[in-house]
């Protein structure tokens, strides 16, 4: 089983609403990271992190915004949640010379 | 600009077959090669890996090809079942560089009865 948890799975927000999307892992990896995905479709890097205090912006332009405060936290913000926000958003963690370990995703809808 | 490219996008196979799914890199630099394997609703799970200094890894039914000359490297599937229908996305990254992989397209897979 993954030890890094996404919360919520499924998420239905209206336009203009702030939301966080959670990830936590418990395999003290030191980077993490975000990725933006669309059902069966390619994989963007929209935020990633080195480590406590260390955030950096992906490939892929987001207005999203993220915080690393603990090695194991590494949540997601939308201050104001818009119509083309709406996708799957997938969480990771990994060490140095390895490969990722995915959480399960937040399925995003805004109305 | 697309460092790995991923071909075919699709791919049916008869149970029984071996797929093959390729992938070919530009930057030498790379030095980690993983294939990752993702069901509808989940988040994709790491397959199978490869460092260039091997040119065949087997795990299971699962066996990535490398030729570091061609800067290629693939998937392939042995005895294919229905239940390795999925999407499968090819990956690199240079280790000393931050481990940021650079992800393929991904190829849909779906093997038949």
């Known amino acids: 089983e993954a030890d890094i948890y996404q919360t919520p799975r499924y998420l239905v927000i209206g336009t203009g609403k702030k939301i966080t999307l959670e990830c936590s892992q418990t395999?003290?990896?030191?980077?993490m990271y975000w990725y933006q995905q669309d059902p069966g479709m390619e994989l963007h890097l929209i935020h990633y992190?080195?480590?406590?205090?260390?955030?950096e912006k992906g490939d892929l332009s987001s207005e999203s915004t993220v915080s690393r405060i603990r090695t194991e936290h590494f949540p997601l913000t939308l201050e104001s949640a818009r119509p083309s926000h709406t996708s799957q958003y997938l969480c990771a963690s990994s060490r140095t010379g390895y490969g990722y370990t995915f959480g399960s995703g937040t399925r995003l809808t805004v109305v | 600009q697309q460092q790995v490219k991923q071909s075919p996008q699709s791919l049916i196979v008869q149970k029984g077959g071996i797929p093959i799914i390729n992938c070919a890199y530009e930057?030498?630099?790379?030095?980690?090669f993983p294939w990752y394997q993702q069901f509808p609703g989940k988040g994709p799970a790491l397959l199978i890996a490869?460092?260039?200094?091997?040119s065949e890894k087997k795990e299971g039914r699962f066996t990535i090809s490398f030729n570091k000359s061609a800067k290629q490297f693939s998937l392939h599937i042995m005895d294919s079942q229905p239940g390795d229908s999925a999407t499968y996305f090819c990956a690199a990254t240079f280790t000393g560089g931050g481990n940021k992989l650079t992800f393929g397209t991904g190829t849909q897979l779906k093997v038949e009865l």
């Open positions: 395999m003290g990896h030191d980077k």
């Open positions: 992190s080195y480590g406590v205090n260390s955030t």
């Open positions: 490869i460092r260039p200094d091997v």
């Open positions: 930057n030498t630099a790379f030095d980690y």
